[in-house]
């Protein structure tokens, strides 16, 4: 089970930390990544993480203002939001699973997804 939390409302150019906690699996055996899903349109791929945290991998849009990381102690995933902006709007999902490294932004090789938190940037 994740659960995810963190999201809210900030203006332009604000941080928002999300987090994610996991629960009844073994985490670290997981690739852990950060998706976002706006009104109308599919479900994108933000952000993920390697099983060991060594290696992380971004949406171009989000790369130098996002950043992943996670806790294999306390197997929590977060995603610390920097410069944010409008266009960044979105309900905001964890997910674990493991997919192949070529493969690591399709939603439907995610086996485990939290219930979604939204943010919500104004301009």
């Known amino acids: 089970q994740l659960q995810a939390s963190g999201g809210g409302l900030v203006q332009a150019g604000g941080s928002l930390r999300l ?31 390697s099983r060991s945290g060594g290696r992380s991998f971004y949406l171009e849009s989000v790369k130098g203002r996002f950043t ?3 806790d294999n102690v306390e197997n929590t995933v977060s995603l610390q939001m920097n410069s944010l902006k409008p266009e960044d709007t979105a309900v905001y999902y964890c997910a674990a699973g493991r997919p192949l490294l070529s493969a690591i932004t399709t939603p439907d090789l995610y086996t485990y997804w939290g219930q979604g938190t939204q943010v919500t940037v104004s301009s």
């Not at 055996?29 to 479900?43: C, D, H, L, S, T």
């Open 19 to 49: 987090s994610c906690a996991a629960s009844g699996c073994s985490f670290s055996n997981y690739v852990m990544g950060w998706f976002r899903q706006a009104p109308g349109k599919e479900r994108e791929f933000v952000a993920t993480i």
């Open 68 to 70: 992943i990381s996670r």
